[in-house]
């Protein structure tokens, strides 16, 4: 058995390394691309252009179709957790919010140290726009 025909196989095992390293689909196509030209080295071992045509021809068509495959298959989290889950939520004024030294609001039973660019006084009620830590920034409703 020709040399050719094991670089083949350990290129595709390179590849295929980096594939499993990576959280992208694109080595996939890079593994396929050495596996069938490595096949097609062992029928025909000294076609060295063919080979290596054989390789970009197959990753060329592999791309773009793995690409829209794992565009389907990865989907964005619909639900959010944690911290992530208070953006967007509605919180009471517990202690008046000054531009500078910021205040307190309560999210669902939770105190937290709230900061607006503007003054909000007490008891009203306002919007979570970001968390930082263990800060919220809040906005009037």
Partial sequence: METI???????????????????????????AGSLVS???????PQAYYWQIGIF?????????LTRTLAKKITK??????????????TALVTKAIDVNLGGQVQIEGE?????AEEAIEENARVKVTSVSGTKVTVEKI
């Fill in 5 to 31: 025909f094991w670089i083949w196989l350990a290129a595709a095992v390179v590849f295929l390394i980096l594939e499993l390293a990576s959280p992208t689909f694109i080595f996939a196509c890079f593994v």
């Fill in 38 to 44: 490595g096949v097609f080295s062992y029928f025909y």
């Fill in 56 to 64: 970009v021809i197959v990753t060329a068509i592999l791309l773009p």
């Fill in 111 to 115: 105190v937290w140290r709230a900061f």
């Fill in 76 to 89: 964005p989290s619909p639900q959010k957790s944690n911290i992530d889950a208070l953006i967007g939520r």
